[in-house]
Nanobody
C-alpha cells in the first residue's frame, strides 16, 4: 500500500491547516489509520487515529483542536488542524494498521508553526 501525504507547510499560530493521506488502494478494510508526528529532538508521538469502527483517539495536546476523519470513498484520511500552535511544529506521518498487524507509512510532511 502506498500512502501519499498532502498538506503541511509554514503557517502562523492560530490558523488552520489540513493534512491529507491518500491510499493507493481501498481503505475500507483498513483496521486503523492515523497520524504520528516527530518534533526535533523528541520521540515520535501518536497524534490521532481513527479505526474502521469505534472512537477516534487524540493525544491530549490536540484534543479540541484537531479532527481526524476518513473518507472511504476517496481512500483518504484527513487531519484537520485548527488553532495551530508553535508546539505543533513537527514532521507528520500518516500510517495504516492492517487487520493482519502490518503497518504502512506515508512520507512525512513538515508542519512549521510560527508564533
Amino acid at each position: 500500500v502506498q500512502l501519499q501525504v498532502f498538506g503541511g507547510g509554514l503557517v502562523h499560530a492560530g490558523v488552520y491547516l489540513r493534512l491529507s493521506c491518500a491510499a493507493s488502494v481501498s481503505i475500507f478494510s483498513f483496521n486503523v489509520m492515523g497520524w504520528y508526528r516527530q518534533a526535533p529532538g523528541k520521540q515520535r508521538e501518536l497524534v490521532a487515529n481513527i479505526p474502521s469502527g469505534g472512537r477516534s483517539y487524540y493525544v491530549d495536546s490536540v484534543k479540541g483542536r484537531f479532527t481526524i476523519s476518513r473518507d472511504n470513498a476517496k481512500n483518504t484520511v484527513f487531519l484537520q488542524m485548527n488553532s495551530v500552535k508553535p508546539e505543533d511544529t513537527a514532521v507528520y506521518y500518516c500510517y495504516v494498521l492492517h487487520n493482519w498487524g502490518g503497518t504502512d507509512w506515508g512520507q512525512g510532511t513538515q508542519v512549521t508553526v510560527s508564533s
